[in-house]
């Protein structure tokens, strides 16, 4: 088994996340460890641990007698049930509260067990990385942990659980992040000591593309403690790169009415780049044509045939050399300018 460099390019607390300090707007202390020897691609990381975030849900009662297709707040035993495009999610103090026809309010802690669980699972993705890529590909993780005085969350496109958005995490965020950073994960937890109220978490995890509603210049996942397993993040991690490469590399896909037969693709791969799930579909890929693709395996295909030559893969517009997005100038303007500071 290939071996991870030790502590390449990864950057840690040095009081660890014992303190729940770690990446806040004080300046954390950070110490880097360079590889002996250093793998071909760098990509930042940034994983945004979201100790405790309070909202309240307004809306209509459920049309369904069917509880699956209603949006909910609640205990096990005691739960409010809304209509799912009913439902805003507003301030604990916000006057609408009273006048609604219905509302519920929540508070999603994330515990030290659960942080230091969190952290365990993106290292293990930045390991994962690592040796599946050939040892080419090396993930700088940022960890941080936030508290932002209100969660921005919305229904799940296409479900009835949260999604919390990502301009929840802009303010304590942005000033945490820079143009490097190339992928974004905001973590949530699934406990409430204080009353036990809990919103519906399922799907417990969803990435956004840019213009759907990024991070810091980046795509961006949100994930719930329950999705921290390794194959929904290196799922989740292939799609923001997917996104990396359509919308900030603007790799133009040569197949736009559908891929050719197995073993029919262009002879260089890094033409296109696959989504994860189209491990079947993929021409040069060994599991075209199979029933059941084997994640690990077709991940590790993408990270070697697809990953582009240097400089690599680019995961944040305000370093694409362009002027895209909100941008006034090339990397410049907008969210660009709010980056580190």
Same mark, same amino acid.
């Given at each position: 088994?290939?071996?991870?460099?030790?502590?390449?390019?990864?950057?840690?607390?040095?009081?660890?996340?014992?303190a729940?300090?770690?990446?806040?707007?004080?300046?954390?202390?950070? $110490?880097?460890i360079?590889?002996?020897?250093? *793998?071909?691609?760098t990509?930042?990381?940034?994983?945004?641990?979201?100790?405790?975030?309070?909202?309240? /849900?307004?809306?209509?009662? =459920? /049309?369904?007698?069917?509880?699956?297709?209603?949006? +909910?707040?609640?205990t096990?035993?005691?739960?409010?049930?809304?209509?799912?495009?009913?439902? $805003? &999610?507003?301030?604990?103090?916000?006057?609408?509260?009273?006048?609604?026809p219905?509302?519920? =309010?929540?508070?999603?802690?994330?515990?030290?067990?659960?942080?230091?669980?969190?952290?365990?699972?993106?290292?293990?993705?930045?390991?994962?990385?690592?040796?599946?890529?050939?040892?080419?590909?090396?993930?700088?993780?940022?960890?941080?942990?936030?508290?932002?005085?209100?969660?921005?969350?919305?229904?799940?496109?296409?479900g009835?659980g949260?999604?919390?958005?990502?301009?929840?995490?802009?303010?304590?965020?942005?000033?945490?992040m820079s143009?490097?950073?190339?992928?974004? &994960?905001?973590?949530?937890? $699934?406990?409430?000591?204080s009353?036990?109220?809990l919103?519906?978490?399922?799907? =417990?995890?969803?990435?956004n593309?840019?213009?759907?509603?990024?991070?810091?210049?980046?795509?961006?996942?949100w994930?719930?403690?329950?999705?921290l397993?390794?194959?929904?993040?290196?799922?989740?991690?292939?799609?923001?790169?997917?996104?990396a490469?359509?919308?900030?590399v603007?790799?133009?896909?040569? +197949?736009?009415n559908?891929?050719?037969?197995?073993?029919?693709?262009?002879?260089? *791969?890094?033409?296109w780049? *696959?989504?994860?799930?189209?491990?079947?579909?993929?021409?040069?890929?060994p599991?075209?044509?199979?029933?059941?693709c084997?994640?690990?395996? &077709?991940?590790?295909h993408?990270?070697?045939?697809?990953?582009p030559?240097?400089?690599?893969?680019?995961?944040?517009?305000?370093?694409?050399?362009?002027?895209?997005?909100?941008?006034?100038?090339?990397?410049?303007?907008g969210?660009?300018?709010?980056?580190?500071?």
């Amino acid at each position: 088994m290939m071996r991870l460099p030790l502590r390449s390019r990864a950057w840690l607390c040095a009081a660890s996340l014992v303190a729940l300090g770690c990446g806040s707007t004080s300046g954390p202390v950070l $110490e880097s460890i360079e590889p002996a020897q250093p *793998p071909e691609f760098t990509h930042r990381l940034d994983v945004f641990l979201v100790t405790s975030v309070k909202s309240c /849900a307004l809306g209509r009662a =459920c /049309a369904s007698s069917d509880p699956n297709n209603c949006f +909910y707040v609640g205990t096990s035993s005691n739960r409010t049930y809304f209509e799912p495009s009913s439902v $805003e &999610f507003v301030a604990p103090d916000d006057p609408r509260i009273d006048r609604a026809p219905r509302s519920a =309010c929540f508070e999603l802690d994330l515990d030290q067990s659960a942080s230091d669980a969190a952290k365990r699972s993106f290292e293990e993705l930045r390991t994962s990385v690592y040796q599946l890529s050939g040892g080419a590909i090396d993930l700088e993780l940022r960890l941080h942990a936030v508290a932002p005085a209100q969660g921005d969350f919305k229904v799940f496109e296409g479900g009835t659980g949260i999604f919390l958005q990502p301009g929840t995490l802009e303010a304590d965020g942005l000033p945490l992040m820079s143009p490097d950073s190339d992928f974004t &994960f905001g973590v949530t937890g $699934e406990s409430n000591g204080s009353t036990g109220a809990l919103p519906k978490i399922n799907p =417990c995890a969803g990435t956004n593309w840019q213009a759907q509603g990024g991070l810091g210049g980046a795509a961006y996942t949100w994930t719930s403690h329950s999705c921290l397993s390794l194959s929904d993040l290196r799922w989740h991690f292939l799609y923001q790169a997917y996104f990396a490469m359509r919308d900030v590399v603007g790799l133009e896909n040569p +197949y736009p009415n559908g891929y050719p037969g197995c073993g029919q693709g262009a002879a260089d *791969p890094k033409r296109w780049f *696959p989504r994860p799930s189209e491990c079947a579909v993929d021409p040069d890929a060994p599991s075209c044509g199979t029933a059941n693709c084997e994640g690990e395996g &077709f991940a590790a295909h993408v990270l070697t045939s697809h990953w582009p030559g240097p400089p690599g893969l680019i995961g944040n517009h305000c370093r694409n050399g362009r002027a895209d997005y909100d941008e006034t100038g090339a990397d410049s303007g907008g969210v660009c300018d709010e980056l580190g500071r």
